[in-house]
Each structure stands twice: as C-alpha cells, then as structure tokens.
C-alpha cells in the first residue's frame, strides 16, 4: 500500500487528532508530519489533518487508560523534543501499546518503547537544565526577565516549577529559538510573544532596560562564581559536561567582566 | 548595602566556605503555600558548576571568618595570616533573597568561624534564617552548621527556621582530632547532632497526631570527613562513616579530600596532590552500602582496609567473591542484580521491568545501557553464548582495564612521562 503523507498543524492535539485519524481509517502505512518542516512526497498522497480537541481527548484518554502515568508523560515529553520522525515512533509505540491487553510501557526490550523513554529522558534533562539555568535580570519595569534557547520546547514543561517558586515577583521567561515566552504576573501565568528591536541582544544587560541594582548583583555572583572555585581541583572537562557551552551565552556567571 | 563593602567581604567569607562540600538541596518538602518566595519541594538543583566541577546550588558563606579555635586542618584558623571579615544578619538576607529570586541559587548554606562562644555564634546563624523565614517569606532552603557546643535551645529553634543541619567532623578518629585540633573534643562534635536526631523523631511523632507540629529540620543531618590529612586508612573512614549512619540517622556522609592549605608538617604540604580518585572510590562506597545493599563489611574488613584505586569497590568485591557468580538476569533476584559489576540500580529496576515481557539477550542488555566490558564476566542471558573459560580474578581484572580506559589515567600510572 502507498504511504498516505499526514500534515498536523504541530501541536500536541494536532498530533493526537492524527492518530485519530489513523485510526479510524484504518491505515497502516504513514508518515506524520508537522506542517512547518513537512517535505512534499512527490508521489505521496498528502493529508491535512484539522485539530480537534474532542478527538484529541478521545485519544489521550484511551493513552491513560493504556499507559501507566511514566508511559503518558514520557510520550508528551517525547513529542515535545521536535525530533525528526518522533511522530511516527510515538504512532508505532500507541499501536503497539493499544494492541495488547496489558500495560506495556515498561517493555524496555521493544525498541519503540526504549527509544520513546531515551528521548523522554533526553526532554527531562533538558527540562531540568532550564529550571536550573535560568537567569533572571531585574528590569526597569520591576519584572525578572530571563532568556533561553532550549535544545526542546520544555517552556510549557517549566511553567509549573516557576510559578510555584516564583509566586510573587513578576517574571518572563523567553524562548528566542521558537519566538514565544511565559508571563507571570503574580496571579497567572500567560503565553506571549514579544517583539524584541531588529539586533537585541539578548545577552546583554542594557541599561535602557535593566535596573540599576541588576548590574551590582550580577557583579556579586560572578565574584561568588569565582570566589567558591578551588584552584588546586581543576577540572574543565567535568566543568563542561555540567555546563555545556552551548548554555554559557545566557549565564550571568559565564559573562566575560 | 554599600555595593563595595559587601563585594569585598563577598569574596572573602565565599573563599572560606567552598572547602565544605556538602551541597544537596533536595529532600526538604517545604512548599510555597502562603504567597511567598521559594518552594524546596522537588528534587535539588544544581545552577552552576565551578570549573573544578562541583556543582553550585545553594548561596555557601560563612558569617565570619574570626575564630577563636586553631585546627591545624583549617583555613581560617586563629594563627593564620588571612583577611577576615564578618558578615552582617541583615547584608546575609539580603544577598540570599536576591540572589534567589534572579535564579541563581536553592537557597543558603551558612556557616561560621567560631567568636567569642559556641552559643554566640550559633545565635547569630539562628538570627539570619529566622529573618529570611519569618520577615521575608522565604520558602528555599537553608543550611545552617550545628555550632559544636552550642545549647540545647538554640539548636532546637535553628531545626525550626532551617531545612538541614550539619556539624563535621572532620578528623574520622579520635586519635586524629587529638593531633590535629587538640582544642576540641569529640564530644563536642556529637552533643549537637544527638540533640537534632532526637527533635527530629519526636516532631516526627507528634506530626502524626497533631497536623498543625512544625517541621523540624526536614531535611536531615549530615557531617563531613576530610581525607588523607590525619592518615586514617578507608577501613576507619568507612567504619567511622557507617557509624554515623547508623547511630544518628544521617541523610548523607561527605568526604572531602585534603586540600593543602598550610606549612604544619603535621600534615601534606602544600603542592601535594588533593587525593581525588580515593576520594571517588569512598563515595562509590558509600552508596553501595545506602543503595545497593552491601553491608560495609563485605568491602572493608580486617583483611582488606584499602580500596583498590584502578577498579571500583564493587568489581573488586566481585573478583573476591567469584563463586556468587556468574548471574542469570533473567531469573536472579534484586540483591543478586545489584551486585553484578557494570550494572547501576537503574539498569537493575529496567531489567527486573523488561524480563517480564520476554527473557533479556545481549544485545537488549546493551541498550539498557548495562556496561558490558565490566559485565559480561559476571552474568549469563538468553544466548549461548558467554564467558566459559574458567577466569582466575586476576586475570578477568587484566581484561577489563586493558579494554578500558579510566578518566584518573593519569594519577594511575607511575611511570614518569619524560615528554608529557
């Protein structure tokens, strides 16, 4: 049979509304693509898939039921990554998970299954590395703006963790790789996009922007940084594999003086 | 705060803490319910790492570096020609609070020189996280040192307002402390840390029928050694360790290797290297005896009271034991898993999960992630094939570090590198 080519409008419903799709049209062969990245199959037939929640919902019920809360979590982190393909390993992991009588989701020699978990964990690291590398800078307006350029979309994985932490200072945190940030303003936390000057850069600490006070705490950590260091220990090569550089640009600690 | 008074003693009371390595910030529960700043509900987080790779999660300071006592070990001792400085309570919140809320830090480990008295001290660490606890709303987490010889009083209300609490020992024995820091008494050093076992079971229990009890130090205690200053061999640390754990509920034991910092020919001079990899193989220790089951006396005994520094201390417990070997994965129980070299406790529950669905061959093992070069001698899977020729200890051991390579390779060798 020919590969169908479905394209989703890239969300989490969009994607679980393709799986409906599959479903209920009984297709066995495939390919999910996100509308943004989709590459025209010259001689594929392509379908535009439309989301639609009650769907979507019918779906990720049917997941609950069939998944432990590790296998469910793990597949939303798993789609979060954005990696090429994911949908259709996540599509072949569903198939295989609703085809059986028990729950499967701790079948580690299933190959969908390991790799759905080492993707998953590759999100959740990520997600704890934004948790701790987020660097807020105090702005003139009295909000704590940080920004990031995660290797994942973890920002909607994030949002609970800043919000319990941070529940009363106004804060930002801003994805610059995918356009579009978190906003909390000591009731709620809101999606927003922002639209920055043409050349804004972001990692540096302008006074047009920023407190006053944000240059003196900035300078107090980076003399901790450099104070809670021992010499005679050095060791740059465990240094980076904590912190790899990819991350140092928006690290106040990292910033040359 | 005046920027520049702040900055310099910063840098001064910063440099006096890093040589305490504890660092952990998890395992407290005290969640954000009234509004305020800071949740240590979740897992700790490390938001830096210093370029000796240490991590870098809670505000370590000490409030002062005047002290009375004059431990040989010690960078702040009395007849030690530094700069000293003291902190102010209120220059301490503040640089907590805002260091916290630009998400740099868990929270504050605080500690202190010694001035004037025990009692002195431990009221003013007291001092600061009231204030961050009651004026500021702070919900982070706090670390304050148990000031050796500080009232029973005090210690109760530092448990109230922080999430650990710790006293080091530093000198694993007796003998030791006696050389080296003939002004402090081992007694001393326990006096507190009873005490705060002690508050903790009973807030524990009066939790359990009045909901409204306080928490009290949620976290734990936890002590630290230094190695390699006093000549204790890894047979007296870890015993002295398992000790520790066992007779005052500890959360955690940390080593810290001796980091030369005086002329005292009573101990290594300075240029001398810091004893990283016996360091490494103590911890690897230590959590084989909390997580993997192993009873401390099954590495350390009588007969072995060194660690090996070319293999870990569990292969190396393995090539003493071969006859539990080899394993079947597929059918041996958790205790047994856990004991296979190359394989860590998560590796073990993926096993102990897969095994169910079907029985495990080689190559489902590698995925898993099982470090089969160490391994492989020790188990037998679903394949036919695996390790027959009947291995001497030695041997096996030679096979394995010719086929790998260890990142302390070059403390390991003796040889000198004439071109290197």
Known sequence: METKHLIYDGTFDGFLSTVFYVFEQRLTSVKIQNKFTAQQGLFSENVTIITEEEKANRVWKGVKLKLSAQGSYQLYYAFLSEISGVEDLLLDYMRYAFGQQHKVDNDYSHPSILKIAQIAKSVGREKHRMEAFVRFRLTKDQIYFGSIEPDFNVLPLIEKHFKRRYADQKWVIYDIKRGYGLFYDLEKVDLMHMDFPEHFDFTKTDDAFFAMQEFEFQKLWQDYFKATNIESRKNMKLHIRHVPKRYWKYLSEKQPN | MSFQRTQEKLKI????????????????????????????????????????????????????????????????????????????????????????????????????????????????????????????????????????????????????????????????????????????????????????????????????????????????????????????????????????????????????????????????????????????????????????????????????????????????????????????????????????????????????????FRRLNWEHLKKIGVALNRAQYFMVCESNQFEKRDLTPEKIKGLILQNSTSKYQKMLSNQLSLFG
């Open chain 2, 13 to 356: 009371l910063a440099d006096a803490a890093k040589y305490d390595v504890s660092c952990s910030s998890s395992g407290s529960q005290r969640a954000n319910t009234n509004k305020g700043l800071g949740d240590a509900t979740g897992m700790g987080i490390c938001h830096s790492y210093t370029e000796d790779g240490r991590c870098v999660s809670l505000l370590k300071i000490l409030l002062t570096n005047h002290c009375i006592f004059d431990c040989a070990y010690c960078v702040t001792r009395k007849s030690n020609d530094v700069k000293r400085a003291a902190f102010k309570v209120q220059e301490v919140v503040d640089l907590t609070i805002n260091f916290y809320r630009r998400n740099y830090i868990e929270g504050l480990f605080l500690s202190s020189g010694i001035f004037k008295s025990a009692d002195y001290t431990m009221e003013r660490l007291v001092a600061v996280a009231k204030k961050l606890r009651t004026e500021e709303n702070f919900n982070g987490y706090i670390h304050l040192k148990s000031i050796p010889g500080a009232s029973d009083d005090l210690m109760r209300e530092a448990g109230l307002y922080a999430d650990r609490l710790s006293v080091n020992i530093e000198i694993p024995t007796k003998a030791g402390l006696k050389k080296l820091a003939p002004d402090k008494k081992r007694e001393d050093f326990i006096k507190p840390m009873v005490k705060v076992k002690n508050e903790i079971i009973q807030y524990k229990a009066e939790k359990k029928i009045i909901k409204s009890t306080p928490k009290f130090a949620p976290a734990g205690q936890s002590t630290q050694m230094i190695i390699g200053a006093s000549g204790e061999n890894d047979f007296q640390i870890m015993q002295t360790s398992n000790h520790f754990y066992k007779s005052y509920n500890l959360k955690r034991v940390y080593y810290s290797g001796y980091v030369p910092i005086s002329y005292d020919n009573r101990l290594p001079q300075i240029g001398s290297a810091v004893p990283m990899l016996r360091e490494n193989r103590l911890y690897q220790t230590d959590w084989l005896m909390r997580f993997y089951g192993f009873d401390v006396s099954e590495i350390l005994n009588e007969q072995h009271q060194h660690l090996d520094l070319d293999v870990d201390p569990k292969l190396s417990w393995a090539l003493r034991n071969l006859h539990e070997f080899p394993v079947d994965v597929n059918t041996a129980d958790q205790r047994m898993l856990a004991r296979i070299p190359g394989l860590g406790m998560k590796s073990v529950f993926k096993i102990i999960n897969a095994r169910r």
